[in-house]
């Protein structure tokens, strides 16, 4: 027989078999608003300028393809770092965070959860938002650490539930691990504020939890990449020490080139060495070394002024396109079409997504009656909309839900 007769059959992606149906659909109206990944106002994947002209920069120089070292670009780790944690920050200051290059969001994830479980001395335990990223569970538990939740999300309000969120944190055993996403919460779109995210933070220290940051949409809520970081740069100016995991896959639409950095912050230049030594050793056996061509291009584009200000210029277009589209649609229900509900969480969620409150019937009979296509718990990506099918869309939400 055969080795593997007895593997079963595992479930389809939720996300990717989204594409597939969107793919064999034939009506010209489909529309796909199941991936996170951006789309211009004609519908396509667009490539930023900046990294078009730093990709030219990069081929100009013709670079080898020798390997990079376990932990990436020096210069792209420590450009990624300031990014983050901006320059006045103190362990950047002091030589004390330790950063390393990633595979894309996902690797940094999976690389701190593995760094976790095995140096992080206290808990095994990180607790994630719910709802969360559908990935982070399987990261997480792969990496060797336990998964629970805390209560983040209302359906009521389709708002924050921050006092789910705070009764939670607080009801956690001192030292457990937290899971924040730093903007643009992925599904719900639904961000704390700033003054819950210092709450938030007291609620850290008081506890002793363990706060590691996902940042996968730095600039994208907001249009600023340094307002982005405000709950991060808030949390280590209070003195938390913490785990963050960045990604320039839709910040800088790098996709598919995985792009990404994994820090963490330490007392010291010599404490951050022996961190450094240990993610080494996490790192070798996994992958041995990160991708090159990616962290070349985000390198060049965070080190040259001229490319950098573009940059935040295309940062800031797509965040505005999307900001625009949430006004758009909330317009077109509300005021244009009377369409029965409340729908302003539309306008105030944050970032790529949006939860539209849509129950998983409605979902299904989108797709199948009006041929548009987002994930069962009611999410779109906001990108997928464009002038072009944005009153198609309003008119089919309408009809679902009458
Ligand atoms: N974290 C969150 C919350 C995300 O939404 C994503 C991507 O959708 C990622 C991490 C990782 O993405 P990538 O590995 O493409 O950088």
Redesign the pocket.
Known sequence: ASAWAAVPAGPPDPILGISEAFKADKDPRKINLGV?AYRDEHGKPYILGSVKKAEELVNSTNPDKEYLPITGLPEFTRNAALLAYGEDSAPLKNGAVAVTQS???????RIGGAFLARHYPHSKTIYLPVP??G??TPVFRDSGLEVRGYRYYDKNTIGLDFEGLKADLRAAPEHSIILL?AC????TGVDPTLEQWAEISDIVKERKLFPFF????QGFASGSTSRDAAAVRHFVAEGHQIAL?Q????NMGL?GE???AFSITTKDAEEKARVDSQLKIVIRPMYSNPPLHGARIANTILSAPSLYAQWEGEVKGMADRIINLRDEVYNHLTHDLKTPGEWSHIKKQIG??SFTGLKPEQTRALAEKAHIYMTTDGRISMAGLNSGNIGYFAESIDAAVR
């Not at 595979?103 to 994830?109: D, H, K, M, V, Y």
């Not at 990604?247 to 839709?250: D, I, V």
């Open positions: 996170g595979i894309s969001g996902t690797g940094a994830l969360s990223w990935n982070h996403h643009a919460h992925n599904p996902d940042m996968a949409y995991a990604s320039f896959a839709k996709y995985r792009v990404g790529m997504f």
